[in-house]
Every structure is written in C-alpha cells, then in structure tokens.
C-alpha cells in the first residue's frame, strides 16, 4: 500500500475519532421535567390548536355563502362567468372567511391578477 492512502486513511480514523470523543452542549436551562398528561392539564381539552384546525388551502377550499352569488358552494378556481372572451374565476380574493363549521372563504368572481 503506498504511501497517500495510508495518510487520507489515517488521517480520516483522528477526525472520527476527535469527533466521538467531542464534549456534549451544555444544557442551558433548569432540567427538564416530565410533560403533565394532557388529561390533568387545566384548560387544555378546550384549547384550539391552530396546527389541527388549518386554515383552506385554495386548492381545497369552497366559497361561503357570504360569497357573490356565482360562486356560493363551489370550490376556488371555478368558471363563474364568461363574458366579451375573459373568463372569470371563483377567488379569495380579499383572503376573508365566511365562518362557521367547516370554514368557508368569501369568494369574488373575478379576472386578472390578485390584489
């Protein structure tokens, strides 16, 4: 075996093993306790977590009844009138939310860009 790949070899087996033998980081904080149930934890059944209640992505999303009467009950993106060869499109425009359970969107219907 010559002479250079002794050396790369070499020299690779100090880096892993400067690195093995590394300090850990430093805790920065008091010691962490173990997490209350979720069970005794007040309040916590009640909470709204915005991560398990998204807001309508446009893909998915339908248009409100609070929307222009073109597009009440149809998703984003549908045809909702076509007239002298522009074609006008169902959008949340605004980005507001008709409320209620499932959450619906206030939809224009619209043509060009959105504001």
């Known amino acids: 075996m010559s002479s250079r790949p ?5 020299a690779l087996l100090l880096l892993c093993a400067s690195l093995a033998s590394a300090a ?6 008091p ?11 007040p309040g916590c059944a009640q909470a709204e977590l ?4 998204p807001a309508p992505s446009p893909t998915s999303a339908t248009c409100g009844t609070c929307s ?3 597009c009440q009950g149809y ?9 002298v060869g522009r074609i ?8 507001g939310t008709c409320g209620g359970t499932p959450i619906t969107l206030v939809c ?3 043509f060009g860009p959105l504001p």
Do not use: K
């Open 68 to 70: 222009d009467p073109g």
């Open 31 to 41: 010691p962490m306790s173990p997490a209350a149930p979720a069970a005794t934890t």
């Open 6 to 10: 002794t050396l790369w070899i070499f």
């Open 50 to 53: 915005p991560f398990l209640n």
């Open 88 to 95: 006008y499109r169902c959008e949340d425009a605004y980005g």
């Open 24 to 29: 850990p980081f430093p805790q920065t904080g």
């Open 75 to 83: 998703p984003v993106g549908t045809v909702c009138a076509i007239q």
């Open 108 to 110: 224009n219907c619209w």
